[in-house]
């Protein structure tokens, strides 16, 4: 398996704070991100993907990717109860379009 | 998006004998991949079922043990071979086109006693 290693968990933060996820790879021609949430017991769904240097914002989701450092991270503004699960970073590896899996980070939002 | 259905949902085998799981996809794919996620663990990738070619595995899986079929471009099956306890898991069938992001089956919860 190419190596996608997230920081390590599990992490706690109170309501409302944000939460920051970091993943790193090992693949340097890597072009594409994405960011899962898995809730237990339930398949992982996408919140974001990130193509491009720089940071991408969707609602309180923010992507933010740096190819050089090979380091892709998320923030969750205004942490919620309902964004308490385990977050998935996944790389996407050419020229096969294999996509793997982070280790994954459980995220706990104390109400 | 892509809506996937995988079926069983869960099942409780013997050991030394074989489950064969199903993923139809409702739209046409290009690529099906199946993965395996232990209890409070990440994913890690069985293989990658391509139509019309043979499945690439990954280190440490082997078709004797996890043959998977690809008929079409909406279809693939994963079966696990000669169960044994080791093998209980959850097993997640996803299926892309191109580089974009990858949907999810809802998973196949697999105890082997």
């Known amino acids: 398996q190419k190596e996608v290693e997230q920081n390590s968990g599990p992490l706690s933060v109170p309501e409302g704070a944000i939460a920051s996820l970091n993943c790193t790879y090992s693949?340097?021609?890597?072009?594409?991100f994405f960011w899962y949430r898995q809730y237990s017991g339930k398949s992982p769904e996408l919140i974001m993907s990130?193509?491009?240097?720089g940071d991408k914002e969707d609602g309180r989701f923010t992507a933010q990717l740096n190819k050089a450092s090979q380091y892709v991270s998320l923030l969750i503004r205004d942490s919620q109860p309902s964004d308490s699960a385990t977050y998935l970073c996944?790389?996407?590896?050419?020229?096969?379009?294999?996509?793997?899996f982070g280790t994954g980070t459980s995220l706990t939002v104390i109400p | 998006s892509a809506v996937i259905s995988q079926k069983p949902s869960r099942d409780i085998c013997q050991r030394g004998t074989s489950l064969t799981i199903q993923c139809q996809v409702d739209s046409q794919v290009t690529m099906m991949f199946w993965y395996r996620q232990q209890p409070g663990q990440s994913l890690t990738l069985i293989a990658t079922?391509?139509?019309?070619?043979?499945?690439?595995?990954e280190s440490g899986f082997v078709i004797d043990k996890f043959p998977i079929s690809r008929p079409n471009l909406t279809f693939s099956t994963l079966t696990v071979s000669n169960m044994s306890p080791e093998d209980s898991s959850i097993y997640l069938c996803?299926?892309?086109?191109?580089?974009?992001?990858?949907?999810f089956g809802q998973g196949t919860r697999l105890t082997v006693v």
């Open positions: 079922a391509n139509q019309g070619s043979e499945a690439t595995y």
């Open positions: 996803s299926a892309r086109t191109g580089a974009t992001e990858a949907f």
């Open positions: 693949d340097r021609v890597s072009q594409s």
């Open positions: 990130i193509y491009s240097n």
């Open positions: 996944a790389v996407n590896i050419e020229p096969g379009n294999q996509f793997y």
